[in-house]
């Protein structure tokens, strides 16, 4: 099986940075693409940024400019590198990996669509 474990959350004031990780742990192969989504109170759960194991990159409009993905491959670990943060960033921002390619409990090739970390807060807030 395969967990994802973010880290890197937590209070930042209006202008601030913060650096999110997720790790990818378990019996993996290959995992197709690592993203970052979000979901403040109330609201549903956007994509913020993806990017995938040729180092494709796509961002949410919102946060073109001020966020940056990126992937250690060898480690199975995202990175989201925020910076200029607005109180609207605030949320739980969930790391998600898709298309992952696994060896099961009898060492077979495995394929799943979707993991989900547990999810870290981000509060922008003076």
């Known amino acids: 099986q395969v967990q994802l474990v973010e880290s890197g959350g937590g209070l930042v004031q209006p202008g601030g940075s913060l650096r999110l990780s997720c790790a990818a742990s378990g019996t993996i192969f290959s995992i197709y693409a690592m993203g970052w989504y979000r979901q403040a109170p109330g609201k549903q759960r956007e994509l913020v940024a993806a990017i995938t194991d040729g180092g494709s990159t796509n961002y949410a409009d919102s946060v073109k400019g001020r966020f940056t993905i990126s992937r250690d491959n060898a480690k199975n670990t995202v990175y989201l590198q925020m910076i200029s943060l607005k109180p609207e960033d605030t949320a739980v921002y969930y790391c998600?990996?898709?298309?992952?390619?696994?060896?099961?409990?009898?060492?077979?090739?495995?394929?799943?669509?979707?993991?989900w970390g547990q999810g870290t807060q981000v509060t922008v807030s003076s």
């Open positions: 998600n990996a898709d298309g992952v390619k696994y060896y099961s409990s009898d060492l077979r090739l495995d394929y799943a669509m979707d993991y």
